[in-house]
Nanobody, 117 residues
Framework: VQLVESGGGLVQAGGSLKLSCVVK????????VGWYRQGSGNVREEVAC????????FYSDAVKGRFTVVSDQPADTVWLEMNDLKETDTAVYYC???????????WGQGTQVTVFS
């Protein structure tokens, strides 16, 4: 299994970024992808997720209403659309093969998002 993120960068507070995660090698057609981030506190936290079996989406309280997960199963790609970005969103963002941290087996390489005011 391989997950590859792209789309990070530098953005002013209030701006938007769109991250993508291309997945290869999942054992079935279920495209479950979780998004996580690790900021200066060095703790990796759950941000958002789409469950591949029923398409349910989950968001942390910190990003709810600002971030949206979009799934394109035929393309094996999941996007994280991030709007109204805040400095506190600055982190390395990772996609992974599970919606809960303790169940992750495979991680992407990470992409840096930096929000400045």
């Amino acid at each position: 299994v391989q997950l590859v993120e792209s789309g990070g960068g530098l953005v002013q507070a209030g701006g938007s970024l769109k991250l993508s995660c291309v997945v290869k090698g999942y054992p079935d057609d279920s495209l479950t992808v979780g998004w996580y981030r690790q900021g200066s506190g060095n703790v990796r936290e759950e941000v958002a997720c789409v469950a591949g079996d029923d398409g349910a989406k989950f968001y942390s309280d910190a990003v709810k209403g600002r971030f949206t997960v979009v799934s394109d199963q035929p393309a094996d790609t999941v996007w994280l659309e991030m709007n109204d970005l805040k400095e506190t969103d600055t982190a390395v963002y990772y996609c992974a093969d599970a919606c809960t941290l303790k169940f992750v087996d495979f991680w992407g390489q990470g992409t840096q998002v930096t929000v400045f005011s």
